[in-house]
Protein backbone atom coordinates (compact mmCIF):
# COMPACT_ATOMS: atom_id res chain seq x y z
CA UNK A 1 0.00 0.00 0.00
CA UNK A 2 1.80 3.49 -0.88
CA UNK A 3 2.08 5.85 1.58
CA UNK A 4 -0.67 8.54 -0.06
CA UNK A 5 -3.28 5.99 0.42
CA UNK A 6 -2.66 5.32 4.00
CA UNK A 7 -2.19 8.60 4.26
CA UNK A 8 -5.63 9.30 2.76
CA UNK A 9 -6.91 6.06 5.35
CA UNK A 10 -5.73 7.88 8.52
CA UNK A 11 -7.69 11.22 7.36
CA UNK A 12 -11.28 8.98 6.51
CA UNK A 13 -11.20 7.46 10.09
CA UNK A 14 -10.52 10.79 11.72
CA UNK A 15 -13.63 12.64 9.26
CA UNK A 16 -15.40 9.74 10.43
CA UNK A 17 -15.52 9.82 13.79
CA UNK A 18 -17.20 13.56 13.44
CA UNK A 19 -19.40 12.25 11.37
CA UNK A 20 -20.79 9.83 13.65
CA UNK A 21 -20.84 11.90 16.43
CA UNK A 22 -23.52 14.24 14.54
CA UNK A 23 -25.15 11.21 13.46
CA UNK A 24 -25.45 10.10 16.86
CA UNK A 25 -26.67 13.61 18.20
CA UNK A 26 -29.02 13.38 15.59
CA UNK A 27 -30.47 10.05 16.08
CA UNK A 28 -30.47 11.39 19.70
CA UNK A 29 -32.54 14.76 18.86
CA UNK A 30 -35.30 12.31 17.06
CA UNK A 31 -35.75 10.06 19.13
CA UNK A 32 -35.32 10.39 22.88
CA UNK A 33 -34.04 14.29 23.44
CA UNK A 34 -36.32 16.57 25.72
CA UNK A 35 -37.75 19.23 24.13
CA UNK A 36 -36.19 21.66 26.37
CA UNK A 37 -32.12 19.87 25.80
CA UNK A 38 -33.27 20.85 21.96
CA UNK A 39 -30.82 23.83 21.36
CA UNK A 40 -27.98 22.75 22.93
CA UNK A 41 -27.46 19.51 20.93
CA UNK A 42 -28.42 21.34 18.02
CA UNK A 43 -25.39 23.62 18.45
CA UNK A 44 -23.64 20.34 19.26
CA UNK A 45 -24.99 18.70 15.73
CA UNK A 46 -24.19 21.85 14.22
CA UNK A 47 -20.69 22.04 15.39
CA UNK A 48 -19.79 18.21 14.68
CA UNK A 49 -21.49 18.26 10.81
CA UNK A 50 -19.24 21.51 10.36
CA UNK A 51 -16.25 20.11 11.09
CA UNK A 52 -17.15 16.87 9.42
CA UNK A 53 -17.53 19.40 6.45
CA UNK A 54 -14.78 21.28 6.59
CA UNK A 55 -12.46 18.21 6.41
CA UNK A 56 -14.44 17.04 3.49
CA UNK A 57 -13.42 20.14 1.29
CA UNK A 58 -9.86 21.07 2.99
CA UNK A 59 -6.75 21.65 1.15
CA UNK A 60 -5.67 18.73 2.65
CA UNK A 61 -8.03 16.16 1.36
CA UNK A 62 -7.77 17.91 -2.11
CA UNK A 63 -4.10 17.14 -2.44
CA UNK A 64 -4.51 13.72 -1.32
CA UNK A 65 -7.42 12.84 -3.66
CA UNK A 66 -5.21 14.78 -6.47
CA UNK A 67 -1.99 13.00 -5.82
CA UNK A 68 -4.34 9.31 -5.88
CA UNK A 69 -5.65 10.00 -9.19
CA UNK A 70 -2.77 10.73 -11.33
CA UNK A 71 -3.13 7.80 -13.60
CA UNK A 72 0.28 6.42 -12.14
CA UNK A 73 -0.62 6.60 -8.59
CA UNK A 74 -4.30 5.34 -9.70
CA UNK A 75 -4.27 2.70 -11.73
CA UNK A 76 -2.09 0.91 -8.45
CA UNK A 77 -4.87 0.90 -6.52
CA UNK A 78 -7.90 -2.16 -6.02
CA UNK A 79 -11.40 -1.59 -7.23
CA UNK A 80 -12.79 -0.79 -4.11
CA UNK A 81 -10.41 2.26 -3.51
CA UNK A 82 -10.33 3.41 -7.65
CA UNK A 83 -14.45 4.38 -6.44
CA UNK A 84 -13.74 6.01 -3.26
CA UNK A 85 -11.29 8.23 -5.07
CA UNK A 86 -12.80 8.72 -8.28
CA UNK A 87 -16.30 9.49 -6.44
CA UNK A 88 -14.59 11.67 -3.25
CA UNK A 89 -13.03 13.38 -5.96
CA UNK A 90 -16.08 14.64 -7.71
CA UNK A 91 -17.76 14.92 -4.17
CA UNK A 92 -14.59 17.52 -3.39
CA UNK A 93 -14.92 19.53 -6.38
CA UNK A 94 -18.58 19.69 -5.92
CA UNK A 95 -18.69 20.58 -1.98
CA UNK A 96 -14.94 22.38 -2.25
CA UNK A 97 -17.69 25.35 -3.61
CA UNK A 98 -19.71 25.70 -0.87
CA UNK A 99 -19.05 28.30 1.69
CA UNK A 100 -18.28 26.99 4.99
CA UNK A 101 -20.53 29.84 6.14
CA UNK A 102 -22.97 28.31 4.14
CA UNK A 103 -22.98 24.92 5.32
CA UNK A 104 -23.12 25.93 8.84
CA UNK A 105 -26.47 28.07 8.18
CA UNK A 106 -28.07 25.29 6.13
CA UNK A 107 -27.13 22.73 9.38
CA UNK A 108 -28.72 24.53 11.79
CA UNK A 109 -31.20 26.04 9.36
CA UNK A 110 -32.16 22.22 9.41
CA UNK A 111 -32.24 21.46 12.25
CA UNK A 112 -34.86 24.54 13.30
CA UNK A 113 -36.70 23.14 10.61
CA UNK A 114 -37.50 19.88 11.68
CA UNK A 115 -38.26 20.78 15.48
CA UNK A 116 -40.69 23.75 13.80
CA UNK A 117 -42.38 20.91 11.35
CA UNK A 118 -42.81 18.37 14.48
CA UNK A 119 -44.52 21.01 16.26
CA UNK A 120 -46.85 22.01 13.32
CA UNK A 121 -47.57 18.67 12.57
CA UNK A 122 -48.45 17.94 16.02
CA UNK A 123 -50.97 21.28 16.32
CA UNK A 124 -51.95 21.30 12.35
CA UNK A 125 -50.56 24.91 12.50
CA UNK A 126 -48.88 25.42 8.83
CA UNK A 127 -47.41 29.12 9.99
CA UNK A 128 -45.20 27.73 12.49
CA UNK A 129 -43.65 25.76 9.88
CA UNK A 130 -44.15 28.36 6.73
CA UNK A 131 -40.69 30.53 7.76
CA UNK A 132 -39.22 27.68 7.86
CA UNK A 133 -39.76 26.17 4.85
CA UNK A 134 -39.38 29.50 2.92
CA UNK A 135 -35.44 29.22 4.23
CA UNK A 136 -34.74 25.53 3.43
CA UNK A 137 -36.15 26.35 -0.19
CA UNK A 138 -33.88 29.41 -0.42
CA UNK A 139 -30.76 27.50 1.18
CA UNK A 140 -31.25 24.40 -0.76
CA UNK A 141 -31.46 27.06 -4.35
CA UNK A 142 -28.12 28.52 -3.18
CA UNK A 143 -25.89 25.65 -2.45
CA UNK A 144 -26.99 24.25 -5.86
CA UNK A 145 -26.15 26.99 -7.45
CA UNK A 146 -22.53 26.74 -6.20
CA UNK A 147 -22.58 22.86 -6.27
CA UNK A 148 -23.98 22.60 -9.75
CA UNK A 149 -23.92 25.78 -11.63
CA UNK A 150 -24.44 24.62 -15.13
CA UNK A 151 -27.72 22.74 -14.04
CA UNK A 152 -31.24 23.86 -13.87
CA UNK A 153 -31.46 23.54 -10.01
CA UNK A 154 -34.36 20.76 -9.94
CA UNK A 155 -32.90 18.07 -12.14
CA UNK A 156 -29.19 19.03 -9.93
CA UNK A 157 -31.75 17.88 -7.06
CA UNK A 158 -32.75 14.69 -8.40
CA UNK A 159 -29.80 13.67 -9.88
CA UNK A 160 -28.46 14.01 -6.56
CA UNK A 161 -30.75 11.34 -4.56
CA UNK A 162 -30.96 9.20 -8.02
CA UNK A 163 -27.46 9.97 -10.37
CA UNK A 164 -28.74 9.62 -14.18
CA UNK A 165 -32.27 10.92 -13.66
CA UNK A 166 -33.80 14.19 -14.85
CA UNK A 167 -37.05 15.72 -14.73
CA UNK A 168 -37.41 14.35 -18.36
CA UNK A 169 -37.08 10.63 -18.08
CA UNK A 170 -39.23 10.56 -14.81
CA UNK A 171 -41.93 12.46 -16.59
CA UNK A 172 -42.01 9.88 -18.64
CA UNK A 173 -41.93 6.76 -16.71
CA UNK A 174 -44.67 8.29 -14.62
CA UNK A 175 -46.96 9.29 -17.47
CA UNK A 176 -46.83 5.81 -18.34
CA UNK A 177 -48.12 4.97 -14.63
CA UNK A 178 -50.41 7.57 -14.74
CA UNK A 179 -52.11 6.28 -18.52
CA UNK A 180 -52.11 2.39 -17.24
CA UNK A 181 -53.49 3.45 -13.31
CA UNK A 182 -56.16 6.10 -13.33
CA UNK A 183 -58.58 3.58 -14.84
CA UNK A 184 -57.45 0.57 -13.19
CA UNK A 185 -57.86 2.46 -9.62
CA UNK A 186 -61.28 3.87 -11.39
CA UNK A 187 -62.48 -0.09 -11.63
CA UNK A 188 -61.87 -0.88 -8.28
CA UNK A 189 -62.57 2.37 -6.37
CA UNK A 190 -66.21 1.28 -8.31
CA UNK A 191 -66.33 -2.31 -6.77
CA UNK A 192 -67.51 -3.59 -3.40
CA UNK A 193 -65.16 -2.63 -1.02
CA UNK A 194 -63.98 -4.64 1.91
CA UNK A 195 -65.64 -4.44 5.00
CA UNK A 196 -62.73 -3.25 7.72
CA UNK A 197 -65.22 -2.87 10.90
CA UNK A 198 -62.83 -5.23 12.63
CA UNK A 199 -59.64 -3.48 12.26
CA UNK A 200 -61.16 -0.29 14.25
CA UNK A 201 -60.04 -0.59 17.78
CA UNK A 202 -57.87 0.19 20.28
CA UNK A 203 -54.30 -1.78 19.66
CA UNK A 204 -51.77 -1.94 22.26
CA UNK A 205 -49.07 -0.24 21.78
CA UNK A 206 -46.20 -2.21 23.71
CA UNK A 207 -47.77 -5.42 22.22
CA UNK A 208 -47.35 -3.62 18.26
CA UNK A 209 -43.50 -3.30 19.39
CA UNK A 210 -43.11 -7.01 19.87
CA UNK A 211 -45.20 -7.46 16.68
CA UNK A 212 -42.36 -4.97 14.67
CA UNK A 213 -39.50 -7.35 16.67
CA UNK A 214 -41.52 -10.53 15.00
CA UNK A 215 -41.55 -9.15 11.90
CA UNK A 216 -37.76 -7.41 11.90
CA UNK A 217 -36.63 -11.67 12.88
CA UNK A 218 -38.54 -12.89 10.50
CA UNK A 219 -37.48 -10.54 7.27
CA UNK A 220 -33.52 -11.00 8.29
CA UNK A 221 -32.90 -7.86 10.26
CA UNK A 222 -29.91 -8.24 12.63
CA UNK A 223 -30.21 -7.08 16.16
CA UNK A 224 -26.43 -7.85 16.36
CA UNK A 225 -25.95 -5.14 14.36
CA UNK A 226 -29.40 -3.12 14.29
CA UNK A 227 -31.54 -1.31 17.18
CA UNK A 228 -34.84 0.07 16.92
CA UNK A 229 -36.29 3.61 18.57
CA UNK A 230 -39.42 5.63 18.11
CA UNK A 231 -40.47 8.98 16.51
CA UNK A 232 -42.98 11.03 14.71
CA UNK A 233 -42.19 9.93 11.02
CA UNK A 234 -39.96 6.28 10.90
CA UNK A 235 -36.62 6.73 8.93
CA UNK A 236 -33.38 4.73 8.76
CA UNK A 237 -29.73 5.37 9.84
CA UNK A 238 -26.99 4.31 9.66
CA UNK A 239 -23.18 4.38 10.96
CA UNK A 240 -21.91 1.10 9.26
CA UNK A 241 -23.17 -2.05 8.45
CA UNK A 242 -22.25 -3.11 12.13
CA UNK A 243 -24.60 -0.01 13.34
CA UNK A 244 -28.03 0.25 11.93
CA UNK A 245 -30.94 2.16 13.33
CA UNK A 246 -34.35 2.12 12.52
CA UNK A 247 -37.47 3.99 13.76
CA UNK A 248 -40.90 3.72 13.71
CA UNK A 249 -44.40 5.24 14.69
CA UNK A 250 -47.40 3.63 17.03
CA UNK A 251 -51.16 4.95 16.18
CA UNK A 252 -53.27 2.84 18.83
CA UNK A 253 -55.90 2.70 16.90
CA UNK A 254 -53.65 1.53 13.43
CA UNK A 255 -51.80 -1.31 13.94
CA UNK A 256 -51.43 -2.19 10.14
CA UNK A 257 -49.72 1.10 10.09
CA UNK A 258 -46.24 0.05 12.79
CA UNK A 259 -46.47 -3.36 11.20
CA UNK A 260 -45.75 -2.21 7.74
CA UNK A 261 -43.55 0.82 9.27
CA UNK A 262 -41.42 -1.74 10.73
CA UNK A 263 -41.42 -3.82 7.22
CA UNK A 264 -40.37 -0.86 5.29
CA UNK A 265 -37.47 -0.02 7.43
CA UNK A 266 -36.36 -3.01 8.03
CA UNK A 267 -36.35 -3.60 4.04
CA UNK A 268 -33.84 -0.24 4.34
CA UNK A 269 -32.22 -1.91 7.28
CA UNK A 270 -31.13 -5.28 5.69
CA UNK A 271 -29.48 -3.10 2.67
CA UNK A 272 -27.23 -1.24 5.26
CA UNK A 273 -26.34 -4.45 7.36
CA UNK A 274 -25.17 -6.49 4.22
CA UNK A 275 -22.81 -4.36 2.49
CA UNK A 276 -19.58 -5.24 2.08
CA UNK A 277 -17.97 -4.62 5.48
CA UNK A 278 -15.04 -3.66 3.87
CA UNK A 279 -16.68 -0.51 2.49
CA UNK A 280 -17.05 0.69 6.01
CA UNK A 281 -16.19 4.24 6.62
CA UNK A 282 -15.86 5.39 2.47
CA UNK A 283 -18.07 6.51 0.19
CA UNK A 284 -18.83 2.99 -1.28
CA UNK A 285 -20.42 1.60 1.87
CA UNK A 286 -24.09 3.43 2.10
CA UNK A 287 -25.82 3.54 -0.41
CA UNK A 288 -26.22 6.86 -2.03
CA UNK A 289 -28.76 5.91 -4.50
CA UNK A 290 -31.95 6.65 -2.97
CA UNK A 291 -33.83 5.07 -5.80
CA UNK A 292 -32.40 2.01 -5.18
CA UNK A 293 -32.71 2.12 -1.61
CA UNK A 294 -36.43 2.70 -2.11
CA UNK A 295 -36.53 0.31 -4.12
CA UNK A 296 -35.73 -2.58 -1.06
CA UNK A 297 -37.90 -1.11 1.35
CA UNK A 298 -40.78 -1.29 -0.61
CA UNK A 299 -39.89 -4.47 -2.54
CA UNK A 300 -40.05 -5.99 1.20
CA UNK A 301 -43.31 -3.72 2.66
CA UNK A 302 -45.32 -4.13 -0.63
CA UNK A 303 -44.19 -6.99 -2.79
CA UNK A 304 -43.17 -9.03 0.13
CA UNK A 305 -44.97 -7.68 3.26
CA UNK A 306 -48.54 -7.61 1.06
CA UNK A 307 -48.93 -11.00 -0.32
CA UNK A 308 -51.06 -13.22 1.63
CA UNK A 309 -48.48 -15.87 1.61
CA UNK A 310 -45.55 -13.32 3.55
CA UNK A 311 -48.34 -14.17 6.45
CA UNK A 312 -49.30 -17.60 6.42
CA UNK A 313 -46.81 -19.02 8.54
CA UNK A 314 -47.04 -16.04 10.88
CA UNK A 315 -50.39 -14.96 10.78
CA UNK A 316 -50.64 -17.01 14.27
CA UNK A 317 -48.03 -15.66 15.88
CA UNK A 318 -49.48 -11.82 15.25
CA UNK A 319 -52.36 -13.26 16.97
CA UNK A 320 -50.68 -14.29 19.83
CA UNK A 321 -49.09 -10.90 20.16
CA UNK A 322 -52.18 -8.59 19.24
CA UNK A 323 -54.99 -10.88 20.42
CA UNK A 324 -57.43 -9.22 18.24
CA UNK A 325 -56.05 -10.91 15.38
CA UNK A 326 -57.52 -13.79 16.03
CA UNK A 327 -61.15 -12.88 15.40
CA UNK A 328 -59.69 -12.03 11.79
CA UNK A 329 -59.18 -14.22 8.98
CA UNK A 330 -56.22 -14.21 7.34
CA UNK A 331 -57.74 -13.63 3.67
CA UNK A 332 -59.85 -10.63 5.79
CA UNK A 333 -56.22 -9.38 6.98
CA UNK A 334 -55.17 -9.97 3.20
CA UNK A 335 -58.07 -8.01 1.54
CA UNK A 336 -57.64 -5.05 4.29
CA UNK A 337 -53.94 -4.82 3.37
CA UNK A 338 -54.56 -4.35 -0.11
CA UNK A 339 -57.14 -2.11 0.53
CA UNK A 340 -57.38 0.42 -2.45
CA UNK A 341 -59.20 3.74 -1.20
CA UNK A 342 -57.91 7.36 -1.80
CA UNK A 343 -56.65 8.22 1.52
CA UNK A 344 -54.77 11.74 2.90
CA UNK A 345 -51.35 10.25 4.11
CA UNK A 346 -49.14 8.74 2.14
CA UNK A 347 -47.18 6.07 4.59
CA UNK A 348 -50.91 4.89 5.28
CA UNK A 349 -51.47 4.45 1.52
CA UNK A 350 -52.07 1.16 -0.50
CA UNK A 351 -49.53 0.46 -3.29
CA UNK A 352 -51.73 1.67 -6.02
CA UNK A 353 -52.89 4.75 -4.99
CA UNK A 354 -49.52 5.65 -3.04
CA UNK A 355 -48.11 6.07 -6.64
CA UNK A 356 -50.44 9.58 -6.83
CA UNK A 357 -49.36 10.51 -3.70
CA UNK A 358 -45.53 10.66 -4.99
CA UNK A 359 -46.49 12.26 -8.46
CA UNK A 360 -48.45 15.06 -6.23
CA UNK A 361 -44.98 15.56 -4.37
CA UNK A 362 -42.98 15.72 -7.35
CA UNK A 363 -45.58 18.08 -9.29
CA UNK A 364 -45.21 20.20 -6.54
CA UNK A 365 -41.69 20.42 -5.84
CA UNK A 366 -41.14 20.90 -9.79
CA UNK A 367 -44.00 24.25 -8.81
CA UNK A 368 -41.66 25.34 -6.10
CA UNK A 369 -38.33 25.21 -7.69
CA UNK A 370 -39.38 25.90 -11.23
CA UNK A 371 -42.65 28.22 -11.33
CA UNK A 372 -41.82 29.88 -8.11
CA UNK A 373 -44.45 28.97 -6.42
CA UNK A 374 -44.64 30.68 -3.03
CA UNK A 375 -44.58 28.86 0.38
CA UNK A 376 -47.99 30.89 1.22
CA UNK A 377 -49.44 29.18 -1.79
CA UNK A 378 -48.35 25.44 -1.17
CA UNK A 379 -51.32 24.66 1.33
CA UNK A 380 -53.58 25.57 -1.73
CA UNK A 381 -51.71 23.75 -4.50
CA UNK A 382 -51.12 20.91 -2.45
CA UNK A 383 -54.94 20.45 -2.03
CA UNK A 384 -55.94 20.93 -5.31
CA UNK A 385 -53.30 18.55 -6.72
CA UNK A 386 -54.88 15.81 -3.73
CA UNK A 387 -58.43 16.39 -5.49
CA UNK A 388 -57.14 16.38 -8.84
CA UNK A 389 -55.61 12.93 -8.48
CA UNK A 390 -57.63 11.57 -5.71
CA UNK A 391 -60.50 13.14 -5.56
CA UNK A 392 -60.45 14.23 -1.89
CA UNK A 393 -59.42 17.45 0.11
CA UNK A 394 -57.47 17.53 3.26
CA UNK A 395 -59.34 18.76 6.47
CA UNK A 396 -56.45 20.09 7.55
CA UNK A 397 -52.74 20.85 6.89
CA UNK A 398 -51.74 17.80 9.73
CA UNK A 399 -53.15 15.51 7.16
CA UNK A 400 -52.34 17.71 4.09
CA UNK A 401 -48.91 19.31 3.25
CA UNK A 402 -47.48 19.04 6.86
CA UNK A 403 -47.69 15.12 6.78
CA UNK A 404 -44.33 14.41 5.45
CA UNK A 405 -40.66 15.53 7.28
CA UNK A 406 -38.57 15.42 4.11
CA UNK A 407 -38.82 19.49 3.21
CA UNK A 408 -37.93 20.34 6.63
CA UNK A 409 -35.04 18.71 6.32
CA UNK A 410 -33.98 19.77 2.73
CA UNK A 411 -34.57 17.01 1.27
CA UNK A 412 -36.42 18.50 -2.36
CA UNK A 413 -36.03 15.93 -4.98
CA UNK A 414 -36.44 12.63 -3.06
CA UNK A 415 -40.32 12.25 -3.30
CA UNK A 416 -39.85 10.49 -6.93
CA UNK A 417 -37.11 8.28 -5.76
CA UNK A 418 -39.69 6.21 -3.69
CA UNK A 419 -41.90 5.47 -7.00
CA UNK A 420 -38.45 4.47 -8.97
CA UNK A 421 -37.73 2.00 -6.17
CA UNK A 422 -41.14 0.65 -7.34
CA UNK A 423 -40.70 0.51 -10.26
CA UNK A 424 -37.35 -1.45 -9.94
CA UNK A 425 -38.99 -3.76 -7.72
CA UNK A 426 -41.44 -5.32 -10.96
CA UNK A 427 -38.06 -5.78 -12.57
CA UNK A 428 -36.88 -7.41 -9.57
CA UNK A 429 -39.46 -9.79 -9.17
CA UNK A 430 -39.57 -10.89 -12.20
CA UNK A 431 -35.93 -11.92 -12.11
CA UNK A 432 -36.61 -13.41 -8.61
CA UNK A 433 -38.94 -15.79 -10.00
CA UNK A 434 -36.88 -16.88 -12.92
CA UNK A 435 -33.69 -17.96 -10.56
CA UNK A 436 -35.43 -19.09 -7.65
CA UNK A 437 -39.19 -20.55 -8.76
CA UNK A 438 -42.72 -18.95 -7.73
CA UNK A 439 -42.52 -15.75 -5.06
CA UNK A 440 -45.87 -17.32 -3.73
CA UNK A 441 -44.36 -20.93 -3.55
CA UNK A 442 -41.37 -19.60 -1.10
CA UNK A 443 -43.62 -17.33 1.06
CA UNK A 444 -46.10 -19.78 1.55
CA UNK A 445 -43.02 -22.24 2.52
CA UNK A 446 -41.42 -20.10 5.05
CA UNK A 447 -38.48 -19.58 2.96
CA UNK A 448 -38.12 -15.87 3.17
CA UNK A 449 -34.68 -15.83 3.94
CA UNK A 450 -34.26 -17.28 0.91
CA UNK A 451 -34.94 -13.71 -0.79
CA UNK A 452 -33.04 -11.66 1.61
CA UNK A 453 -30.12 -13.58 0.55
CA UNK A 454 -30.56 -13.44 -3.12
CA UNK A 455 -31.01 -9.51 -2.37
CA UNK A 456 -27.79 -9.93 -0.47
CA UNK A 457 -25.77 -11.43 -2.82
CA UNK A 458 -27.21 -9.42 -6.20
CA UNK A 459 -28.11 -5.60 -4.65
CA UNK A 460 -26.92 -5.82 -1.00
CA UNK A 461 -23.14 -6.59 -0.73
CA UNK A 462 -22.39 -3.57 -3.60
CA UNK A 463 -23.14 -0.29 -1.45
CA UNK A 464 -22.92 2.53 -3.62
CA UNK A 465 -20.47 0.65 -5.74
CA UNK A 466 -22.84 0.46 -8.47
CA UNK A 467 -25.69 3.05 -9.73
CA UNK A 468 -29.22 2.10 -10.46
CA UNK A 469 -29.12 1.92 -14.10
CA UNK A 470 -25.86 -0.42 -13.74
CA UNK A 471 -27.80 -2.52 -10.92
CA UNK A 472 -30.49 -3.20 -13.24
CA UNK A 473 -28.19 -4.03 -15.99
CA UNK A 474 -26.68 -6.80 -14.02
CA UNK A 475 -29.53 -7.64 -11.95
CA UNK A 476 -32.42 -7.76 -14.69
CA UNK A 477 -30.39 -7.48 -17.88
CA UNK A 478 -32.27 -4.49 -19.03
CA UNK A 479 -32.75 -0.82 -19.21
CA UNK A 480 -35.15 0.58 -16.28
CA UNK A 481 -38.93 0.08 -17.49
CA UNK A 482 -42.48 0.29 -15.49
CA UNK A 483 -43.74 -2.05 -17.62
CA UNK A 484 -43.11 -5.18 -15.29
CA UNK A 485 -44.55 -3.21 -12.12
CA UNK A 486 -47.77 -2.01 -14.04
CA UNK A 487 -48.19 -6.15 -15.12
CA UNK A 488 -47.58 -6.97 -11.39
CA UNK A 489 -50.50 -4.24 -10.51
CA UNK A 490 -53.39 -5.84 -13.09
CA UNK A 491 -52.71 -8.96 -12.12
CA UNK A 492 -52.67 -8.84 -8.55
CA UNK A 493 -55.51 -6.75 -7.93
CA UNK A 494 -57.33 -8.19 -10.73
CA UNK A 495 -57.74 -11.35 -8.76
CA UNK A 496 -58.05 -9.30 -5.04
CA UNK A 497 -61.00 -7.15 -6.39
CA UNK A 498 -62.59 -10.20 -8.44
CA UNK A 499 -62.78 -7.63 -11.65
CA UNK A 500 -63.30 -8.27 -15.01
CA UNK A 501 -60.10 -8.82 -17.80
Known sequence: MSEKLKSLQQYLEKMNRFNHVANLLYWDLRTVAPKEGFERHADAMTYFSTEAFQMGTSEELGSLLAELSVPEEY???DDKWKFVVKKMKEDYDRDKRIPKELYERFVRAQAESEHAWEEAKNTSDYAVFAPHLKEM????????????????????????????????TIDHIFGELKKELV?????????????????????????????QKMLLDYIGFS????AVGTTEHPFTLNFSSKDVRITNHYYEDMPISSMFSAIHEGGHAIFEQNVNPEYDGTIAGSCRYMGLHESQSRFYENVLGRNKNFWLPIYEKLGELLPQFKEITLDEFYREINHVRNSFIRTEADELTYCFHIIIRYEIEKAIFREGVSVEELPAL??????????????NDAEGILQDMHWSGGSFGYF????????YDGMYLEQIEKDLGSIDTILAEGRILEITKWLNEKIHRFGSTRTPKETLSAVCGKEVTAEPIIRYFKEKYTKVYGLEK
Open 75 to 77: EKL
Open 137 to 168: IALTKEITAYTDPDKEVYDALLNQYEEGMDSA
Open 183 to 211: PLVEQILAAKEPDDSKFHGSFDVDAQAKV
Open 223 to 226: WEKG
Open 382 to 395: WNRKMQEYLKITPA
Open 416 to 423: PSYLLGSI
